[in-house]
């Protein structure tokens, strides 16, 4: 079962360090199971050096960082809406919503 936690960061810190600093401490050896969600593609790739620059390792095995596009887009291939031709890519989150309300790990998500 997938259990959802939040956490905050102080709003006088750097966002990536911090959140690099949080998901190191939360996850630990984890790491790699986790998903995180950015809102752009940069945010990605920075948020991959701030974990290695964080961890003070020469390598380490990163969480799956994804844009809420990716995020669609993988999930609509999942779901085998990807070779429809009929859903645009700007209503294809409306497409996907029945769907995704059908699985438990959204159920399960609290408000």
């Known amino acids: 079962m997938i259990r959802w936690r939040r956490h905050e960061l102080p709003l ?10 949080l998901l190191l401490e939360v996850c630990g050896d984890d790491l790699p199971s986790a998903l995180v969600v950015l809102p752009a593609v940069r945010a990605c790739g920075s948020l ?3 974990l290695l620059e964080e961890s003070g390792r020469a390598g380490l095995l990163l969480p799956r960082l994804a844009t809420p596009g990716q995020l669609v887009t993988d999930l ?4 085998g809406l990807d070779a429809a031709p009929t ?12 769907h995704l309300a ?5 159920r399960e998500r609290p408000g």
Request: no cysteine.
């Open 102 to 106: 059908a699985t438990s790990w959204v």
């Open 12 to 21: 006088d810190a750097p966002f990536l360090p911090g959140l690099a600093r």
């Open 76 to 79: 609509a291939g999942r779901l």
């Open 87 to 98: 859903v645009t890519r700007r209503l294809r989150p409306a497409a996907l919503a029945p």
């Open 48 to 50: 991959r050096h701030a």
